[in-house]
Every structure is written in structure tokens, then in C-alpha cells.
């Protein structure tokens, strides 16, 4: 019934498609009027733009108008006028939504649309990219048309400078990666002043291949991170001894990648840590000092068993570098978490790097979900339209093709072993390779890709292969992937931002002409030999049957799968795809039904031959389900934790930009000296009790400790009335004491001294409160096991250790201000200036377990400087420069040798 309906009205995509051809035709009703304008008058039309939108217009009065005025100056500028499925995406992503538009439809070119319309208000649009390569391409590329239209354009990418990243966050357009943006938006909520942030307010963004973004890199947060303890040489121990275990010592489960140690591998394990003396004679693991080391082994063990070379990582450099399953890419400076870098490190015998501790993190879920406005374009989103309505509330919309597809997709072929499956895939690259057909190779590891590169090289077939390990070249080799009698092995296609056009790619041709020394006549001379050869080999192409994608096994995600099928047939050329299978395969061989290699058996599958089943096709599609919403899971689980920190990340981040954004931060200070005094008098006197026992000694030597006050007992005892005067009294003194410091050192430098230990505290509990939370999250599972939801016991524990936390900001505070004592002298060289170097030194170590580039090394932890309090000369004992207390640098040195303190013990210091 549900597909006669559909029939007959259509699908809701069908409907939306309708209504959007009626929008395309008041675009187009444009198209004359604008072309008669001049170049002048065209580009005057951004200013019009603006004016109308001052005078009260909105975007969507002037969306027609504007589509058209880009439409125009991309002809005029790049030769390249949108196709009317490019308006219609570009209506679709100006509206908040993820326009779904094939492989080599134009989505780079279809963005400029909503682009622009969305920058004329002058708030910035982010366009949002899976690489620098990407980032710096496109800026340049579609730059053009922007820059023509009188409206800025930049790249943010690594190895910038604060100075240029603010620069280039000011343009209206800033083409940039997700994992970029990320980081700058953590970095900059942990700078000390409003001028030094880089980012403007979040506006809108477009993500660029958004089921990448959004999905398969949503499950990992962004992770700003310093060392910790060096722990290497214990990671190098465990893992010679886990390198003498047998298979029986440990259970493995491929489906859920997790290795545990059994019964008889416990006992072994705990025989060798006694001979390493690493635990005492005759004790368990499980003792309680021996509880860290289960860390190191458990890790360790995941590094020999569930991680492979050159399927999980690769060694570059001699450093391990891990591959993005999704893209085949490896991920320069991500660095596993929790240990597992570390372990591998050790596994594969180059140097271990320190172990990092969390400094800031944030979600792409919760990062994104800030720009008011979101939306984004990509080949493959329809199996994912679920989740991203779910999580990002955005809709997907699917845009037909500018040319009808005449691809075509055979069925998968299915063989009983991978070298029968192998066999097969090798017949029919050579029969491609005789025919002259050029061929892509899809593989799901850099081991398979080299596999067959391999026996391709032993057959005398010329190719390319293109995986984590060619990443230099990878746009390259994409784009010539087409050309006649190409054979190209690709490790992932998702995300590549590179078209594969038959008979190869002119741009890309004379792009490497251009950086040859030939005069401008020889390149235009070069350029044109390169545009005839291309056409000519494109007949050729045609003629053979245009590209054969070969997939060599199914991806987990039937996304990805879907991707590499879309680099063939792209704007209506021909094409042909084909996966090939094995009942070793992985994913066959862990989730599709242990029943299907019998029942293939009495089908009648004889080795080397190959068969198609429904039976299988639904069983496959079930396995790829089974992981689809496994990972679904994973994502989902990750976010809703992550959005307890982020309630309390959005509370420290207000506070922080309140503090940096105020003149005069006195206010904070009074309340929070209130508070502190308020909480320190009820530790020690319960409202209601007797006065005889209130335990007043106590109570003055915690206000000496907390507020650098003398208040005798004898004093406190002299205040009349409740436990409510004592606090009034001693709010009073710390205020007076604020007051003088300030006649001491001057307001102005009071004042920013107050600022700058606030915020320097504030980062100091933070941190320590992520530290805590990691821990939190790391065990809150096992409440399960009490028939507690964990979710419900991470929310309550992070309330509480939340609240501790401003409690512990709010004393550490008062009292670093209390004990405060500044040199005036030397102000400027030493703790005004101390926020700049602390900058300097996050940025050299932003390592990151997520997603960053930047090499571990120097301690961002917050730094406050000793504050050391005046000490009367007879109290100073000269042999001990510990009891001297503040000296001024003029004063002769307590050490007796005569000389002023900065000749002597000071210029030591």
C-alpha cells in the first residue's frame, strides 16, 4: 500500500524537490536583467544588498535576487555558471539543511550561494572542510567569485600565527577544517584577554562532506591536553612480558574490540610481575597498590591484539600515526587516549611520547549545535538522515542529478575464500587493463591496498596506490584516476574533495606546467595541447565503458560503501561498479549468521566459483545495520555525557568571557569574599549554639591561614551578638585589606593583578575538575551492577564535584589575593607579562588524544607566581634564604655578603 501511495503522490523528498523547481524558476526570471549589468553595477549589487538588510529587509527578501547576482559573477569570473540542481542545493543549505547531491554534481560551487547570501549581513560564515588542502583549494578557487562580489575570503589552517588566525576570522567568508575551528574555539576560552581571542561570535556554518564531520568524526571530542608523569619506561616493561603470552591467557571479542586476561593468564602475569619486582612476592594484581598496573596491562594488551600495523596505524617518522578508518587517512599528531598510544608506542619499539592530561574538550555534537544556524552538502547522508535529525536537528534532502546516472551497479560477488575472492578481482583488472579501461580499486586497509599492489606489480600492471601513506599526493592521483589505462588502488574514498573526470583532469595538468619556468606564451601553448589531449582521451575512456570501481570488501558503513560507488558515473558519464566478497571477510566473518557458509555449501558454491544470493545481500545488509547502530550508540552515549560538561563548560566560559570583558572585576571579588568568609565562620560556629562553645582558637588561626588576618581569639570574643556579626566583622577586614593593597600598588595594577589570578585560578579547578570527571567517566559503568543508571549517577557525582569545585575556586582565590605581595619594580617584565608566555607555551602544547598536529612537550599547566610576604630583618636567618620572605632589590642581601639583593641572592632568581 505504502509504495502505491508513493507512486502515485510521491515520496516527502519528491514533494520538497516540487516545490523548490517553483523557487529555481523565480531565480532564473534574474538571470537577463543581471547579465546586461557591468562588471561595476554587478559588484555595486553587494552594497545594495547590504542596505536593503539595514533597512529591515531579510535574507529571504533578497535570497532570489542574490542567488542569481552569484550565478553571474561565477560565469564571469570562473567560465562556471550553476546548473539549475546547483540553485536548488544551494536553496536547500541557505535554508538549514544537508543537501545530499552525487559525487561530481558541483556541491564546492553550489555553497557559494548560500555563502554569500549569508555573509552580506557581515557576522562571517564558515564554510567547513574535512582538510587543510581542501580548506586552502576551495578559499582560493571559489575565492574568486567572492572577492569579485567586493566581499573578503580566508583559510584557517595549521602552523598560522594568532595574529593571521584573527585576520582571517574577521573575513566574511572563512573556509576552514572542523577539527581548526574546534580547537581555536577551545584555545580561545583559555586566553586572559578579549583582544588576544582569534574566533568572532559563531553565525553559520556549512559543513562540507557533513556525514564525515558530523558522523564518523563525532566519535572522538577535541581534546586540548598537557603531559603528565613519564610512565614510559613501565609501558616498555608490560609489554615484554604480554609479548610472552599464549593464546589461552586472554579472551578476545572482535565485535566489541576488547581483550581480557584469563584465569591462567592472570596467574602467569602476576609469576612474571613478581620476578620484575614490579609487584611484591605472593600478592594479586587486584591488591590495591597494584590496581595502576592493571591500566598498563590492559592497554598494552589492546595494542598487541586488537590494533594492527598498517590497518589501524602506520609508522611514519619512526611515530605512530593513526589512520582514519573513514578516509583511509592518517591523522598527523592524533594521538590514541588513555594510554593505548602509549602501548603501541612500546609494541612497535619507537619512542614513547608522555601520557596527557585533559586541559579542555568539547564535542563536534556540542560545537557545531552552537552556530545558530547550521547546514551542510555531501554525496551520502539518506542511510544517516536519522541520527542527523535526531542530534542536529537537520533535515536531508536529496538533489536529483544534473544528467540522468548511466552507471551501472552489478551485483555483489560472492567466493568462499579471500584468495578465491582475490583471484577473481586480479582476472578482472587485467581484462580492464587490456582494454584499456581505467580502473579504481576500493579497500578497506593500507595492508590490502598493498596486497594487491603487489601482485599488480607482479603482473606488470602499472598503477597507483593511494592510501595514508601517499597523503601528499592523494589530490593528484584522484584526479588522474580517470585518465585511459589508469589502475588506481584507493584505500577509502570518503571525503576526498576531488572529482575523477574521464581522461583525467585538465586543471590539475597545467597546474604542474605552471610550476615549470616557462614564459607565459609556452604555458598557454602547453595549456592547450593539455585540454586536446584530455578531450581526446575522454572519447577513449567512453568508447572503453568510462571508470570500473572495483570494491574488495564491504565497509562496516553501507555510507562509505555508497561513496566509492559514486566516483564512477559522475555528471551522466558511464561507469560500471562491482563489489566482490568472501566468507573470510571480516565483516562477514564477525556479524553476518554463522549459517550462510553452510547453506552456501549446499547451494552448490564450488571453490573458485562465485554466487549471488538474496539470502546473502540481507544478510550483509543486516551485519552493516548491526554496526551502523552500534557506532550510532557509541556517538549518542558519548553526547549525552558530554552534555553534562557541557551545561557546566558553558558556565565557565560565560564567567571567563564576563571576567576578560570587564573594566573592574571588584564586584566578583566582593561577592566571592562574602561567600568565603560566610562558609568559614558556619565551619566553625553552628547557627544557634552556645557561645562558650564556639571554638574560637580554631576559627582565628583559619582566618589567618585563609585571609593573611591577625584576629585574635580575645577579638572575636569582643564581637558582640551572633555568628552573624563575626562574619560581618570579618568581611570588613579582608575588604580593608584589599584597600590598602590597593594605596600600596595603585588601583590600575590591583585591579589587573585581581583579573589575572582570577582567571589563572579559574583554569587552574577547571582543569583539575576535568581531571576528575575523566576519572568519573571511566568507572561510572559499574553502577549498572547496583541496578543504577549510570547516566543518572555521572549527572548527580558531576553536579557535586561541580559544586565543589566553584567552592575550591572561590578560597583559592581570596586567598592567593590575601597573601598577595607585588614588586612594582619589576611588574612589567615578570607577572603582568606572565599571561602572554603562558599563550606562548599553550599553543606549543596542544597535543590532543582527538584530532591535533602540535608535538607534546611543554607544560601548559597553569602557572600563578609565589607570593611571598614581608619578613623582618631580625626574624631572617642568613644561611637560610627560605625564612628572608619578600626583599626589595635595592636592599642589602640577608646573607651579610654586603652587596645590594640583586647582585647577590637576587640574581640568582
Known amino acids: 500500500m505504502f509504495s502505491i501511495l508513493t507512486k502515485i503522490f510521491g515520496t516527502a523528498n519528491d514533494r520538497i524537490i516540487k516545490r523548490l523547481q517553483k523557487e529555481i524558476h523565480k531565480i532564473n526570471a534574474f538571470e537577463n536583467s543581471i547579465k546586461n549589468l557591468t562588471d561595476e553595477e554587478l559588484k555595486a549589487k553587494t552594497s545594495e544588498f547590504k542596505q536593503k538588510l539595514a533597512d529591515g529587509k531579510t535574507l529571504d527578501d533578497i535570497c532570489y535576487e542574490a542567488f542569481a547576482v552569484v550565478r553571474e559573477a561565477s560565469r564571469r569570473v570562473s567560465g562556471q555558471r550553476h546548473y539549475d540542481v546547483q540553485l536548488m542545493g544551494g536553496l536547500i543549505i541557505h535554508k538549514g539543511a544537508i543537501a545530499e547531491m552525487r559525487t561530481g554534481e558541483g556541491k564546492t560551487l553550489a555553497a557559494t550561494l548560500p555563502a554569500y547570501l549569508n555573509a552580506l549581513p557581515g557576522k562571517g560564515v564558515h564554510i567547513v572542510t574535512v582538510n587543510d588542502y581542501l580548506a586552502k583549494r576551495d578559499a582560493e578557487w571559489m575565492g574568486e567569485i567572492f572577492r569579485f562580489l567586493g566581499l573578503t575570503v580566508s583559510a584557517v589552517v595549521g602552523d598560522m600565527s594568532d595574529s593571521e588566525r584573527k585576520a582571517a576570522y574577521d573575513c566574511d567568508i572563512i573556509y576552514a577544517t572542523n577539527n581548526e575551528l574546534g580547537f581555536d574555539y577551545l584555545r580561545d576560552n583559555m586566553k586572559f584577554t578579549q583582544k588576544s581571542k582569534v574566533q568572532r561570535p559563531f553565525n553559520y556554518a556549512i559543513i562540507d562532506e557533513v556525514d564525515s564531520i558530523l558522523i564518523d568524526e563525532a566519535r572522538t571530542p577535541l581534546i586540548i591536553s598537557g603531559p603528565v608523569d613519564d610512565r614510559s619506561e613501565l609501558y616498555g616493561k608490560i609489554d615484554k612480558l604480554i609479548k610472552l603470552l599464549t593464546p589461552s591467557d586472554y579472551e578476545k571479542d572482535e565485535k566489541v574490540k576488547t581483550v581480557n586476561l584469563t584465569e591462567e593468564g592472570i596467574n602467569k602475569i602476576e609469576l612474571m610481575l613478581a620476578e620484575k619486582e614490579l609487584i611484591n612476592q605472593h600478592s594479586s594484581l587486584y591488591d590495591f597498590d597494584n590496581l595502576s598496573l592493571v591500566h598498563y596491562i590492559n592497554q598494552s594488551l589492546r595494542a598487541h591484539y586488537i590494533f594492527s600495523r598498517d590497518v589501524d596505524y602506520i609508522i611514519k617518522d619512526r611515530k605512530i600515526m593513526i589512520i582514519d578508518e573513514f578516509t583511509g587517512r592518517a591523522m598527523d599528531g592524533r594521538r590514541y587516549s588513555d594510554g593505548l598510544h602509549q602501548a603501541i608506542e612500546a609494541k612497535e619499539q619507537v619512542p614513547i611520547q608522555n601520557e596527557n592530561q585533559t586541559l579542555a574538550s568539547v564535542t563536534f555534537q556540542n560545537y557545531f549545535r552552537m552556530y545558530p544556524k547550521l547546514s551542510g552538502m555531501t554525496g551520502t547522508a539518506m542511510t544517516e538522515a536519522g541520527e542527523l535529525k535526531d542530534i542536529y536537528n537537520l533535515e536531508v534532502i536529496s538533489v536529483p542529478t544534473h544528467n540522468k546516472v548511466t552507471r551501472k551497479d552489478l551485483e555483489d560477488e560472492i567466493y568462499g575464500t579471500k584468495k578465491e575472492k582475490y583471484n577473481a578481482i586480479m582476472n578482472l583488472i587485467k581484462d580492464c587493463y587490456k582494454r584499456q579501461q581505467p580502473v579504481l580499486v576500493g579497500t578497506i586497509s593500507i595492508e590490502k591496498s598493498e596486497e594487491i599492489s603487489k601482485e599488480l606489480t607482479k603482473n606488470n600492471i602499472k598503477h ?421 620572605g619578600k626583599i626589595s632589590r635595592n636592599e642589602l642581601c640577608p646573607c651579610g655578603s654586603g652587596k645590594k639583593y640583586k647582585h647577590c641572592h637576587g640574581a640568582e632568581s
Open 464 to 884: 597507483k596506490v593511494l592510501n595514508a601513506k601517499m597523503h601528499e599526493q592523494e589530490a593528484y592521483i584522484i584526479a588522474q584516476a580517470g585518465r585511459f589505462g589508469a589502475v588506481t588502488i584507493a584505500t577509502n574514498m570518503a571525503g576526498r574533495g576531488t572529482d575523477i573526470m574521464l581522461g583525467g583532469n585538465p586543471e590539475m595538468i597545467i597546474k604542474e606546467l605552471a610550476e615549470k619556468s616557462l614564459n607565459p606564451e609556452q604555458q598557454e601553448l602547453e595549456a592547450t595541447k593539455v585540454k586536446e589531449e584530455v578531450a581526446r582521451e575522454k572519447e577513449l575512456v567512453i568508447a572503453a565503458g568510462g571508470l570500473y570501481v572495483i570494491g574488495t570488501e564491504r565497509h562496516e558503513s553501507r555510507r562509505i560503501d555508497n561513496q566509492l560507488r559514486g566516483r564512477a558515473g559522475r555528471q551522466g558519464d558511464p561507469g560500471t561498479t562491482r563489489f566482490f566478497l568472501s566468507l573470510e571477510d571480516d565483516l562477514m566473518r564477525i556479524f553476518a549468521s554463522d549459517r550462510i557458509s553452510s547453506v552456501l555449501r549446499t547451494l552448490g558454491l564450488k571453490d573458485g566459483e562465485a554466487i549471488g544470493h538474496p539470502m546473502i545481500s540481507r544478510s550483509l545488509e543486516k551485519a552493516q545495520q548491526k554496526v551502523e547502530s552500534h557506532n550510532y550508540e557509541i556517538r549518542k552515549n558519548l553526547l549525552r555525557f558530554d552534555d553534562v560538561m557541557n551545561d557546566q563548560r558553558k558556565i565557565i566560559y560565560e564567567q571567563r568571557n564576563e571576567i576578560i570583558s570587564s573594566d573592574d572585576i571588584t564586584e566578583f571579588r566582593l561577592n566571592m569574599t562574602e561567600q568565603l568568609v560566610a562558609d568559614v565562620v558556619q565551619r566553625y560556629i553552628t547557627p544557634g549554639s552556645y557561645r562558650e562553645d564556639w571554638p574560637i582558637n580554631d576559627l582565628s588561626a583559619e582566618i589567618h591561614r585563609t585571609f593573611a588576618i591577625e584576629l585574635l581569639p580575645e577579638k572575636i570574643n569582643e564581637v558582640e551578638g551572633s555568628e552573624a556579626e563575626i562574619t560581618k566583622v570579618i568581611t570588613e577586614l579582608v575588604i580593608n585589606l584589599f584597600k590598602q593593597k590597593e594605596q600600596e600598588y595603585t588601583t590600575e595594577i590591583m585591579r589587573d593583578a585581581s583579573r589575572y589570578i582570577l582567571l589563572t585560578t579559574l583554569d587552574q579547578v577547571w582543569k583539575e575538575h576535568l581531571h576528575n570527571l575523566d576519572y568519573l567517566r571511566q568507572g561510572i559503568s559499574l553502577r549498572a551492577y547496583g541496578q543504577k543508571d549510570p547516566l543518572n549517577e555521572y549527572k548527580r557525582e558531576a553536579f557535586n564535584l561541580f559544586e565543589q569545585m566553584l567552592d575550591h575556586l572561590r578560597e583559592l582565590y581570596i586567598q592567593r589575593l590575601c597573601f598577595l605581595h607585588i614588586d612594582t619594580e619589576h611588574l612589567n617584565r615578570q607577572s603582568m607579562l606572565l599571561a602572554n608566555k603562558e599563550l606562548q607555551e599553550m599553543n606549543k602544547s596542544r597535543v590532543d588524544p582527538a584530532l591535533e598536529k602540535y608535538n607534546p612537550g611543554i607544560n601548559a599547566e597553569t602557572k600563578v607566581m609565589p607570593f611571598k610576604s614581608y619578613v623582618n630583618p631580625e626574624d631572617r636567618d642568613p644561611s637560610n634564604p627560605e625564612t628572608w
